[in-house]
């Protein structure tokens, strides 16, 4: 779902993105995987969802992260 990702500092970021612009992190090693990612613009308001898995699947908790928007946030 990234459109136009970027990354400086230890943040992703994608500014493209269709809830608007996101902000975040994802992180992965042996057993588990994490993504978290704050939408300042969404409408209602500002949103921030982080996932964390106890599984090593792939992009798992990146995907759970990215359904969880698409139902929170008015798009």
Do not use: K
Not at 5 to 17: I, R, T, V
Not at 50 to 62: N, P, Y
């Amino acid at each position: 779902c990234w459109q136009r990702p970027s990354y400086g500092l230890g943040l992703m970021a994608d500014p493209g993105a269709r809830w608007g612009p996101i902000f975040g992190h994802g992180g992965n090693g042996p057993g588990y995987e994490s993504m978290v990612l704050h939408v300042p613009g969404a409408a209602p308001g500002p949103v921030t969802v982080c996932v964390m898995c106890a599984a090593e699947v792939g992009d798992l908790a990146e995907r759970i992260v990215f359904d969880l928007l698409d139902v929170m946030v008015d798009a």
